[in-house]
């Protein structure tokens, strides 16, 4: 069965601190893997997105790895600010011939506090 | 990037009846749109696939005729909630999928919109 599993499912940290939230699927044949960001009340945002031959994709403060023997990822949060307070949602994408489908994970939420 | 919007972002309605929400791709065109449902503090749903021209897919356990899909146009998607309940409260957000500028299908995107918050009284 398809599944991504997120954890922590919450983490809370002070500003300035770096935090990491890990992801774990058995999601195949697999496509790629993608962390969102959402903030409360409002709709995913991409942040990162690798393949199966990408080991590690930064955007500024967030750096994700991903280790596609083990099908683990984690996403890492460099220096926190106030605004990086949302929930975390790493989702897999399954490919197969014409078949695409995005399984999601249930997200980590995340408070960064002064 | 591109843009989805969503129309209303909230909604208040009586039990009964019918709430339509709107999903538009601003600056590209969406064959396909996708339509998920957000309880608090889950993840998202997919309840169905929007194909341009065609009748929706809809995931298993997803009921066709109390969910109507219809996507008449490259850049809309409309779902509307029939007969609405208290359970259908819930937070819907579109999807929208754009292949015109991505090379590869491993870095096909699917743009989120804001969401549509739905309150049935």
């Known amino acids: 069965k398809n599944q991504v599993e997120q954890s922590p499912q919450s983490l809370i940290i002070l500003e300035g601190k770096n935090c990491t939230l890990q992801c774990n699927y058995t999601v195949s044949p697999f496509s790629n893997l993608r962390w969102y960001k959402q903030d409360t009340g409002r709709g995913p945002v991409s942040l990162t997105i690798m393949t199966f031959s990408e080991n590690t994709k930064s955007n500024g403060r967030y750096t994700a790895t991903l280790d596609a023997d083990t099908k683990q990822s984690s996403l890492h949060i460099t220096a926190s600010q106030l605004s990086d307070s949302a929930s975390y949602i790493c989702?897999?994408?399954?490919?197969?011939?014409?078949?695409?489908?995005?399984?999601f994970g249930a997200g980590t939420r995340l408070a960064v506090h002064p | 990037g591109a843009v989805v919007s969503q129309h209303p972002s909230r909604v208040i309605c009586k039990s009964g009846t019918s709430v339509k929400i709107e999903c538009r791709s601003l600056?590209?065109?969406?064959?396909?749109m996708f339509w998920y449902r957000q309880f608090p503090k889950k993840s998202l749903m997919l309840m169905a696939t929007s194909n341009e021209g065609s009748k929706a897919t809809y995931e298993q356990g997803v009921e066709k005729d109390k969910f109507l899909i219809n996507h008449a146009s490259l850049t809309l998607s409309t779902l509307t909630v029939t007969s609405a309940h208290p359970e259908d409260s819930s937070f819907y957000i579109c999807?929208?999928?754009?292949?015109?500028?991505?090379?590869?299908?491993?870095?096909?995107?699917?743009?989120f919109g804001p969401g549509t918050r739905l309150l049935v009284l």
């Open positions: 989702v897999v994408r399954a490919f197969s011939g014409g078949y695409n489908k995005l399984i």
């Open positions: 999807s929208a999928r754009d292949l015109t500028s991505n090379p590869t299908p491993y870095q096909e995107t699917q743009y």
């Open positions: 600056d590209f065109q969406a064959t396909t």
